[in-house]
């Protein structure tokens, strides 16, 4: 089969495969990049024995993942703090680096942008066990057959469907994900945070509402969720009273409007947010410089791939 436009087509199906059950653009590009790898270090005879390349690669990638995933569990149980998946820009902010020679389109292009990548939909994948995710993400996201999964797995179809029934126990509503976050919600909530309004703050928080940081020892942190309108608002007017000159922007997050916090040029935080009726319930802030790289403002003469 050797180095075709059918192999070459699949990265986009494959990316957006990997980022959903990895929960990370570096860490599924990596694993696309494995799967290449493994593509080509086939001999031309046994690409040629290939009868479907485009499953083939799906398979492989599926079981790269289903390793990732295993040790990033235990990675996770080291991390400091709480994990929360990689935020997502919109296609037209990604400002990453390019993925190399066999493909030079940036991650977010071949990442659709859907509810299943939604970050509180992230989140719940994240409690699944690695088994359960991929034959959830294979299945109910991308409508592949048990059989199919059962292939990709080394499991038997009955197995694979217990799985993704197992997995679908963990979700708390019956859609993927809540509705995003009304723009002119995010605003609001923007707007009441630069005047350092507490009083506007609760009001647009849930009572009940919860915030989730994500520093990774590498930032400054709430280790554990703050819950509580009072509670998080207080603790963003510390946040703020800490970087005077903190810059707020509205941009997408994994496909929702979310808040980009900047400080001396440089993102600092990037927020996703979930929302019921008129309030925000949850609020997940990314501020792990580790998963800020695509976010990071261009310097004179960069361009998206550079």
């Known amino acids: 089969m050797g180095y075709t436009s059918e192999v070459i087509g699949e990265r986009r199906h494959l990316t ?3 980022y959903r059950l990895l929960g990370s653009v570096t860490e599924a590009e990596d694993a696309v990049q494995e799967t290449y790898a493994r593509w080509y270090g086939l001999t031309r005879a046994r690409q040629d024995a290939v009868e479907n390349p485009g499953a083939w690669l799906t398979t492989v990638a599926t079981r790269v993942c289903l390793d990732q995933l295993g040790s990033a569990r235990a990675r996770r149980e080291r991390y400091v703090g709480e994990w929360i998946p990689e935020p997502l820009p919109d296609r037209t902010e990604w400002t990453g680096v390019a993925s190399g020679p066999v493909d030079p389109a940036d991650p977010a292009d071949r990442i659709t942008l859907d509810e ?33 999964v059962a292939a990709m797995l080394g499991r038997s179809p009955a197995a694979c469907r ?18 995003p976050a009304p723009a002119g919600l995010v605003r609001a909530f923007k707007r009441a945070w630069e005047a350092k309004d507490i009083d506007a703050l609760v009001s647009l928080l849930a009572p009940d509402a919860t915030l989730v ?5 590498l930032a400054g942190a709430v280790l554990r969720p703050l819950e509580g309108a009072a509670r998080i608002a ?40 979930e929302v019921t009726g008129a309030h925000v ?5 990314v501020r792990n410089p580790e998963k800020l790289g695509p976010w990071q403002p261009r310097g004179p003469g960069e361009d998206a791939g550079a």
């Open 213 to 217: 940081a994500d520093g990774g020892g």
């Open 281 to 285: 319930t949850r609020i997940w802030a």
């Open 16 to 18: 957006n495969l990997a």
């Open 162 to 179: 217990q799985l993704a029934t197992s997995a679908r126990r963990r979700i708390p509503t019956p859609t993927p994900a809540p509705p």
């Open 234 to 273: 207080d603790y963003l007017l510390f946040i703020a009273a800490k970087a005077p000159g903190l810059t707020l922007l509205e941009h997408t997050v994994n496909g929702t409007p979310g808040l980009v916090a900047q400080h001396t040029g440089t993102t600092v935080t990037v927020a996703a947010f």
């Open 116 to 148: 299943s990548v939604n970050m509180a939909f992230l989140v719940v994948l994240e409690a699944m066990t690695p088994a359960e995710r991929v034959a959830f993400v294979l299945h109910d996201v991308f409508r592949y057959p048990f059989a199919e």
